[in-house]
C-alpha cells in the first residue's frame, strides 16, 4: 500500500483527482468537437484562400506581364508607323516646297518677261511721242524760221527729211 501512503505524502486525494481527470478529458473532448475542429476548419478555409489568392496573383502578374509585352509593342508598331508618316511628310513637304519654289520661279519669269514688255512698249510709246514732239518742234521752228504757213505737204516733207537725218546720225 505504499500508493495511498504516497498520495497522502504529496496531498492527492484521489476522489478530487478522478474528478478533475474526467473533467478534464470531458473539457478537452467538448473543446475538440466545438473548438479546435472549427479553428482547423478555418485555417484550412484560410490556407486555401491564401493559396487561391497567390495563384491568382501568379495569374495576374503572367497576365501583367503579357500586357505589358503586348504594350511595348503596340508602341513599337505606332512609332514605327509615326516616324513612316513623318518620312512621307517631309518628302511630301519637299515635294511640295520643290513644286512652289518652281511655281513661284516660274511666276517670277513671267512677272519679269510682263515687265520687259510693258518696258519695251512703253520705251516704244515714249519713242514715238518724243519723235512726234520733236517732229511738232522742228515743223514750228521751220515755219517760224521760214516766216511762212507750212502747208500739209511742206510739213510731210520737213518730217521726211528729218527723219531720214536722225536715221542716218543714229547708225553713225
Known sequence: ????????????????????????????????????????????????????????AARVKEELAAA????????RDANAKANALIEEAKKTAEIQGQKALQEAHAAAEAHIANA??????????????????????????????????????DQERIKEETLAAATAAGRN
Open 1 to 56: 500500500m505504499t500508493t495511498p501512503f504516497l498520495a497522502e505524502q504529496i496531498g492527492l486525494d484521489a476522489p478530487l483527482f478522478l474528478s478533475q481527470v474526467v473533467l478534464f478529458v470531458a473539457v478537452a473532448l467538448v473543446l475538440r468537437r466545438f473548438a479546435y475542429e472549427p479553428i482547423l476548419k478555418i485555417l484550412d478555409q484560410r490556407r486555401e484562400t491564401i493559396r487561391e489568392s497567390l495563384e491568382n
Open 68 to 75: 505589358q509585352a503586348k504594350y511595348a509593342e503596340v508602341v
Open 116 to 153: 520687259r514688255a510693258a518696258t519695251v512698249q512703253e520705251r516704244e510709246k515714249m519713242l514715238r511721242e518724243l519723235k512726234n514732239e520733236v517732229l511738232r518742234l522742228v515743223i514750228d521752228a521751220t515755219g517760224r524760221a521760214t516766216g511762212k504757213v507750212l502747208t500739209a505737204a
